[in-house]
């Protein structure tokens, strides 16, 4: 009779073991799955953070390059701009500069004109011998005006109203020879043969003469000359 009731003890210790341990077994078990499922979502969780992070520091990358690329672009049309205006501003300085050489050229244009009308005033005051030193002056500066072959011709002039005709004929023949198509040319020649004919200079004169019809034909000094040469050949 103790035999059974020893093995129902026996077999109520063992079941009390076999649930210790599956309750030791399920403690255990559980206290490492949730330590597991804890470290694998953490880094889940970093992960999805560092690519938020990545995610808006590309969105702020990109958006700052567009920044740049906007701000390149206006420094471009900016750069344009700039040398639009300074191609601008170069052409109005040469205006500027053209309009003052421009202002230049005609004062001294008026400068010259002066300086010619106060000889030709002199010598129709009859102020002969100033009058040679202006128009001497004046050729001397402006060999290349339109007036130096007038003032050549008329510092002959001032000798040969003074009867001086060696000095005459000196001044007209540089009319000839550094003015001949001017339009006094015909007239000095004129007067060069009449200073040989007042120094009787008969030869020279009719030469002089001769080379007026040749070279003005249709002038009025040609005609002239054609009477003189024919009054220094007698007639002939």
Request: aromatic share 10%.
């Amino acid at each position: 009779m103790c035999s059974p009731k020893i093995k129902i003890v026996g077999a109520n210790q063992n079941m009390k073991n076999f649930l210790f341990i599956l309750l030791f077994l399920s403690i255990a078990l559980t206290g490492c799955v949730f330590p597991f499922a804890n470290k694998n979502s953490a880094p889940q969780s970093e992960t999805a953070q560092l690519r938020t992070q990545i995610q808006t520091l590309q969105n702020n990358q990109n958006a700052a390059m567009a920044r740049m690329d906007s701000m390149q672009r206006k420094t471009e049309t900016m750069s344009s701009n700039i040398e639009e205006l300074q191609d601008e501003v170069l052409k109005l300085k040469q205006s500027i500069n053209d309009m003052q050489s421009e202002n230049k050229n005609q004062d001294s244009i008026n400068s010259i004109s002066s300086a010619y009308q106060e000889a030709y005033s002199d010598f129709s005051a009859k102020k002969y011998d100033l009058a040679y030193e202006e128009f001497k002056l004046f050729v001397l500066k402006n060999p290349k005006s339109s007036f130096a072959a007038n003032a050549q011709f008329y510092m002959g002039e001032c000798f040969f109203v003074q009867k001086a005709w060696q000095k005459a004929a000196d001044e007209y023949i540089k009319v000839d020879k550094n003015y001949p198509k001017s339009d006094v040319a015909a007239q000095s020649l004129l007067k060069l043969g009449l200073s040989y004919e007042h120094l009787n200079k008969k030869k020279e004169a009719i030469a002089v003469f001769a080379s007026i019809v040749k070279k003005f034909p249709q002038s009025p000094e040609s005609a002239m000359a054609k009477e003189k040469i024919k009054a220094n050949n007698n007639g002939k």
